[in-house]
Each structure stands twice: as structure tokens, then as C-alpha cells.
């Protein structure tokens, strides 16, 4: 009997995790129109009851915007899953709905289709960092910085930006503008997506007044957008994490070990639409969101993922540049190390 080559063994694989999510990549327009509603309809609401509690104190208002947030990350989450074509069976459906909930959540459908797909494409894949990821830098790039680029870097870095001014200018500014490279369809996206904002503003304007609708709607996307990059940021920044050059990196292991396992209690996984099982999302971007968990429970191969919950999650927030020697991610405090050496 023959034995199995390195070549094959890939293969077996990879053809056995492809039959495994197989299954799972059916979408059910039932389960998708319900989450929909179970989620716009809240937001909406809620848009409502912020307005009417400005009668009564800012306080209350500010306290309904968390909620909101959370609701708005859950739009985009659908958002997301449409972009994957996966949100719907109907190509039609997904585009309608992605480009409605992409204008609720200030971000062009198919520039950000576009640029994510770049992002699974090349996640973990140190040759072709910087498109849909956070910028990371390895430990020789950064030294070869100069003093100002260094502390451009670290002021990137830094928790403060982000976390709170960072999200807030890539989602209300940097969605308004489109990439030098960017395709007719991509730039009419993002045409289109700031065309809608601006008749929504002028339309909320005539109806609650500008101050009403800034004082609402600005708290909502801070935190919204700052939950956001939060969940991004952790699903590929963590202890442990897969970064691989491009001759050496692979498609089933980036989506595994480079893409985390975030563990969330209840209320967080649903507001954040399972997300958290990001492992599973990268290995299949097909698989509807409201399937995620259930592809997780029912196949020990995507439970053998060490989970990363919301305290050690913390750890991720000193994380700053790969080691390509140690193959990990390290703090600012390591380069004191190879300093001394």
C-alpha cells in the first residue's frame, strides 16, 4: 500500500472540512427575513424612544444609544453576511438588502464587499498585509522606522485611537471615499451610499430637526463603531494567533488558528450575531451568521479551538507587532528584550 504524501494528506484535509460546512451553507429566507425584523424594527424603536427622552434628559438618551449600538452592530452583521452572498440564497437579495443595510450602517455595499473579500483572502498572510485588516507592523519593520513614523505607529496602536476616534473617522469619514484602485462599481457604491446620507440628514432634519438627529445619532455610532473594531480587533489579534508568509501559508490553518474563537456571554453573542465564531466564518464565509453555532456544537474539529473569552480578550490590548522569530505577537516592552541581547 502506498503512503500518503504531504500533498495528499492537504488534500484529504481540506476536502474533509469543505464536506463538514457544506451543510451549513444554505441559507434560510425564513430565518433571514426574522432577523431582520427582530433587529431593524428594535433599532428603530429605540431611534424613536432616544428622540422622545430628550424631553426628559440627555442622560436617559445617551443610556438608550448603548442598546442601539448594539443593534446597529447587529445590521451590520447582516450587512456583512450579504456581502458573503450569504445572507440570502438570491444574489438580488442579498445586493437589496446588503446596499439598504449598508447605508444604515455608513458604508458603501461593494467597496467594503470588495475590500473584505481581499481580507479573507489574505488574512494571516504576512506578503499581502493592507487591505480589511488592522495595520501590524513585524518587529524589523517597525526598527527600521524612523523616530516619527515610530511614534505615528504607536499613536495607531494606542487603544485611545483605536477604539474611539479610529472607528469613528473609517466609518463616518473614510467610508466616504473610495480606494485609487477601486473599480466603477465600487466608486458608484460609494457614490450612492453618501447620496443616501445626505437625503437621510436633510429628510431627519425636516422631521426632528439637525441637532436632534446629531445629538442621537453620533452617540450611537461611536459606540457602535468602536463595538465593532473592538470585535474585529480580537478576532485577529490574540495570543496565539497564525501569521505565515506567503510560501508558507494555508487557507484552512489562517481561518483556524489566525482567526479567534470569542467566546461571549448570551445577550453579546446576539447582539454581536455570532460573529464570535470567527474561526468557522473564515473557514466558510458562506454559512449564514444564526448557523455558526450550530456548525460549532455539532463538529468536535471546531471545537478543539482554544475559546479567548472577554477577560483574557484583554491581554489582546498589549499586542503590537509580530515576531517573525518567536512567531508570535508581542508588546512595545519586547523590543527592550532584543535591545539588550
Known amino acids: 500500500m502506498n503512503a500518503i504524501s504531504p500533498t495528499d494528506k492537504t488534500l484529504e484535509n481540506t476536502l474533509s472540512w469543505q464536506k463538514v460546512v457544506a451543510k451549513y451553507q444554505n441559507p434560510d429566507w425564513r430565518t433571514s427575513v426574522w432577523q431582520v425584523v427582530n433587529t431593524m424594527v428594535p433599532y428603530f424603536i429605540l431611534w424613536y424612544l432616544m428622540y422622545r427622552s430628550m424631553e426628559l434628559s440627555y442622560w436617559l438618551t445617551l443610556a438608550l444609544s448603548i442598546p442601539a449600538a448594539g443593534l446597529l ?11 458573503h452572498g450569504s445572507f440570502f ?8 438588502m446588503g446596499i439598504v443595510s449598508g447605508i444604515l450602517t455608513f458604508t458603501p455595499y461593494y467597496h ?16 499581502r498585509r493592507g487591505v480589511g485588516d488592522v495595520w501590524t507592523l513585524t518587529v524589523q519593520e517597525y526598527l527600521a522606522l524612523s523616530a516619527w513614523q515610530r511614534l505615528g505607529y504607536r499613536l495607531f496602536r494606542s487603544p485611545l485611537v483605536m477604539f474611539t476616534v479610529g472607528p469613528f473617522f473609517v466609518f463616518v469619514i473614510g467610508q466616504r471615499l473610495w480606494r485609487s484602485t477601486a473599480g466603477k462599481r465600487e466608486r458608484y457604491s460609494v457614490y450612492w451610499t453618501n447620496l443616501a446620507l445626505v437625503g437621510i440628514v436633510i429628510l431627519m432634519s425636516l422631521i426632528v430637526g439637525l441637532k436632534a438627529y446629531v445629538l442621537i445619532q453620533l452617540p450611537i455610532i461611536i ?13 485577529h489579534q490574540f495570543e496565539g494567533v497564525y501569521w505565515e508568509r506567503h510560501t508558507g501559508w494555508d487557507y484552512a490553518t489562517a481561518a483556524l488558528q489566525g482567526s479567534s474563537f470569542y467566546k461571549l456571554p448570551r445577550v453579546l453573542q446576539w447582539f454581536s450575531g455570532n460573529i464570535g465564531f470567527h474561526h468557522i ?7 449564514p451568521n444564526y448557523y455558526l453555532e450550530r456548525c460549532h456544537r455539532e463538529n468536535p474539529m471546531f471545537q478543539a479551538v482554544k475559546p479567548i473569552t472577554l477577560l483574557s480578550s484583554l491581554k489582546s490590548l498589549t499586542l503590537r507587532l509580530w515576531d517573525e522569530e518567536q512567531h508570535k505577537l508581542v508588546g512595545f516592552g519586547h523590543l527592550k528584550t532584543l535591545i539588550a541581547r
Open 73 to 83: 452592530m447587529r445590521i451590520f452583521i447582516i450587512f456583512h453576511d450579504c456581502c
Open 89 to 96: 440564497k438570491s444574489r438580488k437579495g442579498n445586493d437589496i
Open 112 to 127: 467594503w464587499r470588495h475590500d473584505h473579500a481581499v481580507h479573507h483572502a489574505t488574512a494571516g498572510d504576512l506578503d
Open 223 to 235: 459606540v457602535g463603531t468602536a463595538g465593532g473594531v473592538w470585535l474585529f480587533y480580537v478576532q
Open 281 to 287: 466564518h473564515h473557514l466558510s464565509p458562506r454559512i
